[in-house]
Nanobody, 124 residues
Framework: QVQLVESGGGLVQAGGSLRLSCVAS????????MGWFRQAPGKEREFVVG????????SYADSVKGRFTISRGVAKNTVYLQMNSLKPEDTAVYYC?????????????????WGQGTQVTVSS
């Protein structure tokens, strides 16, 4: 079982920035992709961005392209989500997830492990 722990959420004004982190530990798969999802009240969990094991391939939801950047640490068990130009509609609980084999699906049902989530609130 892989344990994922997110951090870095908080309250920020529109136009501001936040950086989320997710650290994986435990029985990590040999290689695994990771993704960030978010869920706002009353809405389904949606894909935000995914990254493969090497960090060389990424995919972003249209709603965050050009504003969010995902990266993977040298040790590969940590991923970061840099969020710039935040908008009120970005307000949600953000979750990181891991999946093996090494492919970042947009469907949350494909993922094996999930973090507990971190709240991001953007005020207008």
């Amino acid at each position: 079982q892989v344990q994922l722990v997110e951090s870095g959420g908080g309250l920020v004004q529109a136009g501001g920035s936040l950086r989320l982190s997710c650290v994986a530990s435990g029985r990590t798969f040999r290689t695994y992709a990771m993704g960030w999802f978010r869920q706002a009240p009353g809405k389904e969990r949606e894909f935000v961005v995914g990254i493969n094991w090497s960090g060389g391939r990424t995919s972003y939801a249209d709603s965050v392209k050009g504003r969010f950047t995902i990266s993977r640490g040298v040790a590969k068990n940590t991923v970061y989500l840099q969020m710039n130009s935040l908008k009120p509609e970005d307000t949600a609980v953000y979750y990181c997830a891991a999946v093996s084999p090494d492919y970042y699906y947009t469907d949350p049902r494909k993922y094996d492990s999930w973090g507990q989530g971190t709240q991001v609130t953007v005020s207008s």
